[in-house]
């Protein structure tokens, strides 16, 4: 053969028998057949393998481990929460559909609402998240998806889950929850009734700010179809290079949220403690709205917390404090091992317009809690006067 040739059907061939604690980075868009019978183009690449869109062995993997992690009949992979957000919305609603979405719920799936869904004839209504069971008097004729966030983003209410569940089933309507804040394991969605969790694979899961993924788990085979349909054919491949990352951050998820619930549980109760604080929001302190139902139902928190301070403070004292702070980094997200702190301009929560400027996001990184007291204490004592 030219070499030219033999660049693309070689003989030479790596030993056999390696074996590793890592699971390799698959990388593949053409899937070999072994003879023409065999051909297939199944989305259920559970047992075989049909086109790289559908799934590498190391994205396979990570979604298995996931779905055993969550105790769900199926995990779907989407190279973002936000995309995972996308797939649940149109599995479950077409035009003419309604759905219920918390108020609180991630700034970006409101964003979606309002927008592309809206253009689509799809009505998705906010809702207080601390309706619990009177969830029943806005459902509708057409309503097709109720999501529940919970504890909520920024402001961290907990949902009462399980009797929206109760309503919601009543009336054969799907309930999806955003499971980032617990990582898939701080709180059991499928036990508490949940149809279909996600989660941002982005945060904890990842663990270092240097991926996103996020991951659709459904309860039933019944969802595993409907869900699957809509997944194949929005071709949302994720790369084995970011999944690679997952499967590694998932190694060392339960250190790092041990670590993590502790230190943010100790720098949110100091807060607490604090003149210059009005409230903390943090699911494991009783200043957090829902924390009874969040002692019920969770097994543990994490790293994310909001604090809200005194109205004898201005707007820009309070940007000068975040700014002040050296070893938290300003940024969104969180779920990595740098502390982060932020204020959301933004944010909207009907009555409280105080929380945009008063209100701090906090996430705790894997620093020693007394160093980052000590850089919150000088901040405060330089901007907060
Ligand atoms: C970050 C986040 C998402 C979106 O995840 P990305 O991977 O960043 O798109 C969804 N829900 C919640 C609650 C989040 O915090």
Redesign the pocket.
Do not use: R
């Given at each position: 053969m030219h070499w030219r040739s033999k660049l693309i059907h070689h003989q030479a061939q790596a030993p056999e028998g390696f074996r590793s604690l890592t699971p390799p980075v698959y990388r593949g868009s053409t899937v070999l057949f072994n003879c023409q019978a065999n051909v297939c183009n199944d989305w259920k690449t559970e047992s075989s393998y049909s086109y790289g869109l559908y799934g590498t062995p190391t994205v396979l993997e990570l979604a298995a481990r996931i779905a055993e992690l969550e105790g769900a009949r199926h995990t779907f992979l989407l190279p973002?929460?936000?995309a995972a957000?996308l797939l649940i919305y149109l599995a479950f609603c077409q035009s003419g559909s309604h759905a219920l979405v918390p108020l609180n719920a991630?700034g970006?799936?409101r964003e979606l609402a309002a927008g592309l869904l809206k253009g689509l004839g799809i009505d998705v209504e906010p809702y207080d998240p601390l309706l619990g069971a009177n969830i029943e008097s806005l459902i509708r004729p057409n309503t097709s998806l109720i999501w529940c966030?919970s504890p909520g983003?920024v402001t961290f209410e907990v949902q009462d889950v399980p009797a929206i569940v109760r309503v919601a089933h009543a009336k054969n309507i799907p309930v999806a929850l955003?499971n980032?804040?617990a990582s898939g394991v701080l709180f059991d969605a499928f036990a508490h009734g949940v149809d279909v969790s996600m989660q941002?694979l982005?945060?904890y899961v990842g663990g270092h700010s240097d991926l996103?993924?996020?991951s659709v788990s459904v309860a039933n085979e019944e969802l595993y179809e409907r869900v699957g349909k809509i997944w194949r054919q929005m071709g949302q491949a994720v790369s084995p290079d970011e999944c690679s990352l997952a499967l590694r951050g998932l190694q060392t998820l339960g250190v790092r949220l041990e670590k993590l619930e502790k230190s943010a549980i100790e720098i949110a109760e100091w807060f607490t403690k604090r003149d210059e604080v009005e409230s903390v929001f943090h699911p494991a302190l009783p200043s957090c709205p829902g924390h009874d139902i969040w002692k019920r139902d969770f097994t543990g928190s994490s790293s994310v917390f909001s604090v809200l301070f005194k109205s004898q403070y201005s707007a820009e004292q309070l940007c000068a404090f975040v700014d002040a702070l050296k070893l938290f980094g300003i940024g969104l997200?969180w779920g990595g091992v740098q502390s982060l702190a932020v204020i959301f301009p933004k944010l909207d929560r009907p009555g409280k317009d105080h929380y945009r400027t008063h209100l701090v996001r906090f996430n705790i990184g894997l620093e020693e809690p007394i160093d980052l007291i000590e850089d919150i204490t000088a901040a405060i004592s330089q901007c907060l006067k």
């Open positions: 973002s929460g936000q957000i991630y970006p799936n966030e983003s955003d980032s804040w941002a982005t945060k996103l993924l996020g997200s």
